[in-house]
């Protein structure tokens, strides 16, 4: 079992940037029908990070695993400048790749692998995972909403720091994440003038 779960982080190492785009592409798209996300949310988000691939498996030790990108709402300041920031000229967006990790233990067997979609309310959080300094835990407001879940209002913006989306109702409890650390994925390069890049940021212009 253990030697399953290797091959299959292993694999996720190998994922490629223009792959990546497309794929997280696709999986906003299918987060966004599933669930019934509030405009005020995507349009007040600092940044969404997409991961098509998260992958939770394990045998009494287990592990969590996610490879995604981060679109961040560009500013008038240069304050979050970084040289592995792909910039998309023209756009109020920037795209970075990222990675998720974190362990667990306890009474826990199988595999699943699901879409997710993190709205970032808090800008504070961008730097910290540009600084490799974020890990989700209990300092961090996470709301893990529902697909039937229907934030209505702007006034519910600000509750929490982080709103988490999957294709998968019921998947979410808060522990499902806690401890992961989200970090930039240096090894990975986007190309912002590739067919993936351009689908992406089409994706997430598109309010329904």
Do not use: C
Not at 57 to 82: K, Q
Not at 83 to 108: C, E, F, K, M
Not at 144 to 158: C, E, K, L, R
Not at 171 to 183: D, H, P, Q, Y
């Amino acid at each position: 079992m253990r030697k399953i779960i290797w091959l299959i982080f292993l694999s996720l190492g190998l994922y490629g940037g223009d792959e990546r785009l497309l794929d997280s592409s696709n999986a906003y798209n299918i987060v966004n029908r599933t669930n019934k996300i509030s405009p005020s949310i995507i349009t007040n988000a600092s940044a969404i990070i997409v991961f098509p691939t998260f992958v939770k498996a394990g045998f009494i030790l287990g592990a969590t695993v996610g490879r995604g990108v981060m679109i961040v709402r560009d500013e008038s300041t240069n304050e979050f400048i970084d040289d592995r920031i792909t910039y998309h000229q023209n756009s109020v967006w920037s795209v970075v790749p990222v990675r998720l990790g974190g362990a667990t233990i306890g009474l826990q067997v199988g595999y699943e692998n699901n879409f997710i979609v993190m709205y970032l309310m808090n800008r504070g959080i961008i730097k910290d995972i540009y600084d490799n300094k974020f890990t989700l835990n209990a300092s961090t407001s996470v709301s893990f909403m529902d697909h039937s879940a229907n934030i209505g209002t702007i006034s519910d913006i600000g509750l929490s720091d982080i709103y988490v989306f999957t294709n998968n109702s019921g998947f979410f409890a808060g522990a499902n994440l806690g401890g992961s650390v989200i970090t930039v994925d240096d090894k990975i390069k986007v190309d912002p003038n590739s067919y993936g890049y351009k689908q992406l940021i089409q994706a997430i212009s598109v309010i329904r």
